[in-house]
């Protein structure tokens, strides 16, 4: 664990990612250290794929402490890195590391947490014997996958654009549970009991082309991107009369959370950046 530096020059973190404008993490980790009393800094870092290795290294060599990774660098990150926790092994995913003084990186995965904690602390659900459909087989869906298959859920089908990627993690997963990979026109009802939006599809203002019959009125349907107003996703869910159409804020802000613990070794509170990021939505 990092000695926390609660005078002087401030410690550095951030969050790497192409594109990375977007994010909200400076303003949630700017609450996290404010209610904590922790003196931080949190930056953006626009890096593209390719000088990803090189201007990342480039950060924790000129003193940042702590970075989280964003698309689309999840998976290169578990390459970077050269000590995994056991979920991030896991996922063969990393959305934060931590540099430690003996020059450890060490990558972490919090993205399941996130989801796993706002689903079920913040909105209630239970995911026990449930039917779920992932959409999308990137970094953020391997993170996710490890602790929803632990809910003992009844069948998770993941959906991909590139559908060998989704055949691919599903055996990779096997092992946890009923899990299958296919194409979006393969889908087919009954209806899902929930359904996730793990694609970036929704960040380009762009939809699926899904086939009818998968939602129903008791489908819950959650779009892991966030932004201001409706997603395409869950403009779509609400037109077929689904329970529930959410975005991902309560993962941001949860995965956040434990990304901090990681980091500093304390756990904030997420009420206050899940009510603040509330009216933002
Ligand atoms: P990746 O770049 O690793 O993966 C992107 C995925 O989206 C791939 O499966 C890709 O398919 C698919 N995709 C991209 N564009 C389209 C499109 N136009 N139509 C259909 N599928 C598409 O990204 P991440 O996994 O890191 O992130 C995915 C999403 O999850 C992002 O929106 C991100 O913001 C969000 N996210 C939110 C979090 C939160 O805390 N709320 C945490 C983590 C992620 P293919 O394989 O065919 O290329």
Redesign the pocket.
Same mark, same amino acid.
């Given at each position: 664990m990092n000695q926390p530096n609660e005078l002087g020059t401030p410690d550095q973190y951030g969050v790497v990612g192409h594109p990375v404008e977007h994010s909200w993490s400076p303003f949630i980790h700017g609450m996290f250290a404010k209610s904590t009393a922790q003196n931080l800094v949190y930056r953006l870092f626009d890096i593209t794929a390719e000088n990803f290795r090189r201007d990342t290294l480039k950060l924790f060599a000129s003193g940042v402490r702590g970075l989280n990774v964003?698309?689309?660098h999840?998976?290169a990150a578990a390459e970077l890195v050269n000590e995994l926790t056991p979920r991030a092994t896991r996922a063969q995913a990393v959305?934060t590391i931590a540099f430690f003084e003996d020059t450890t990186l060490l990558g972490d995965n919090t993205?399941g947490v996130?989801l796993t904690s706002d689903l079920e602390r913040n909105l209630q659900l239970d995911l026990a014997d449930k039917r779920l459909l992932i959409?999308? +087989?990137?970094? +953020?869906?391997r993170?996710v996958l490890g602790p929803l298959l632990e809910r003992e859920v009844r069948e998770v089908v993941i959906a991909?654009?590139?559908p060998v990627?989704a055949q691919k993690i599903a055996a990779e997963f096997a092992d946890m549970g009923k899990i299958s990979g296919c194409a979006f026109s393969e889908l087919r009802g009954p209806a899902y009991d929930l359904i996730i939006n793990?694609?970036?599809?929704?960040?380009?203002g762009?939809m699926?082309l899904l086939p009818a019959g998968i939602v129903g009125d008791t489908t819950v349907c959650y779009d892991? +991107?966030?932004g201001r107003g409706q997603t395409p996703f869950t403009l779509w869910a609400k037109s077929l009369h689904a329970a529930r159409a959410t975005k991902?804020?309560g993962?941001?802000v949860e995965?956040a959370a434990e990304s901090f613990y990681l980091w500093r070794g304390i756990r904030p509170n997420t009420q206050p950046a899940l009510e603040a990021l509330s009216h933002h939505s």
């Open positions: 964003t698309l689309p999840k998976q959305n993205d996130g959409l999308g +087989a990137g970094g +953020a869906v993170g991909n654009r590139t990627k793990g694609t970036s599809a929704s960040l380009q762009e699926p892991m +991107a966030y991902g804020w993962m941001l995965q």
